[in-house]
């Protein structure tokens, strides 16, 4: 358990997401703990996980930029307690920066990120995705949670279309993989480059919709895009976001899983992808 100081106390007065995803200076290195608040079934969610690590980069005094494109491969289970992080910066040049974060916990890598960074220049800009449709977040009624695991009820889940409608039995004919959804976190927080790799973890396993019901599953490795940067996101100011997640296949205990994260203002903040293991 990390030590109790006046830094660490003070965690208690600050957002879930942020106590959860905070990184203390050890030896040399940099530490985290996984919050009870934001477990899965075996472990932490991985969003936020995934979090921890990249806002382990973003302290780094040579960072550079903001997050372009982070990969995480989670190799085995996080448990409770705390994690070592070993952050390098394995290469920079006067645009780009490309860093590896590994989570060391009991001596082994449990999970490893990969991270692209860039100080982006005006240009030339256009989007040819189009937001798609969707009520104003406030006229969707949120999915109950709190049944659910801890981490889910830390997040408002809105569905549009493609809502859980999950039981003990699975589905005769497999059901569509697709759904759509506004998502901000349950006590409301800006929307920032941690919180939005996090989110791009929070689509419900899409096995779970195809066979409405849910089984054994765990996430191999997970890529964001990031097509927005930090002075972006605060001209977003926003505490939510659109999104949308598909499934393409589901073949000998892996299967795939899209996602994109909109702003109500119409702007594609991030796209998402993974690779997932299910037991059924």
């Not at 780009?96 to 999970?111: D, F, K, P, R, Y």
């Amino acid at each position: 358990m990390l030590e109790k100081t006046p830094e660490t106390a003070s965690l208690n007065t600050i957002h879930p997401f942020d106590r959860a995803t905070h990184v203390t200076a050890v030896d040399g290195g940099w530490r985290g703990q996984a919050s009870a608040d934001y477990f899965a079934f075996v472990g932490p969610f991985g969003g936020v996980t995934a979090a921890t690590m990249l806002r382990a980069i973003l302290i780094q005094p040579e960072r550079i930029g903001d997050p372009l494109s982070v990969t995480v491969n989670f190799c085995a289970p996080v448990g409770s307690g705390v994690f070592d992080l070993a952050v390098r910066l394995l290469k920079a040049t006067r645009s780009t920066q490309h860093w590896m974060v590994e989570l060391i916990q009991n001596g082994e890598v449990a999970t490893f990120m990969t991270a692209v960074f860039a100080a982006r220049r005006p240009s030339w800009s256009h989007q040819s995705a189009t937001m798609l449709d969707a009520p104003p977040f406030d006229q969707v009624a949120p999915l109950a949670t709190s049944v659910v695991a801890p981490w889910a009820q830390q997040y408002q889940f809105r569905f549009v279309e493609g809502a859980p409608n999950y039981s003990d039995t699975l589905n005769d004919t497999p059901a569509s993989a697709y759904s759509r959804m506004w998502l901000s976190d349950t006590l409301p927080r800006p929307v920032d480059c941690l919180s939005l790799l996090s989110m791009s973890d929070s689509f419900f396993a899409r096995i779970f919709h195809v066979l409405g019901a849910i089984v054994p599953i765990g996430t191999v490795s997970m890529t964001t895009v990031f097509h927005a940067d930090s002075a972006d996101l605060v001209a977003e100011s926003t505490t939510m976001v659109l999104g949308a997640a598909d499934a393409n296949s589901f073949h000998k205990s892996f299967s795939d899983q899209t996602g994109e994260l909109w702003s109500p203002n119409g702007r594609l903040l991030a796209t998402t992808s993974q690779v997932v293991y299910f037991k059924a």
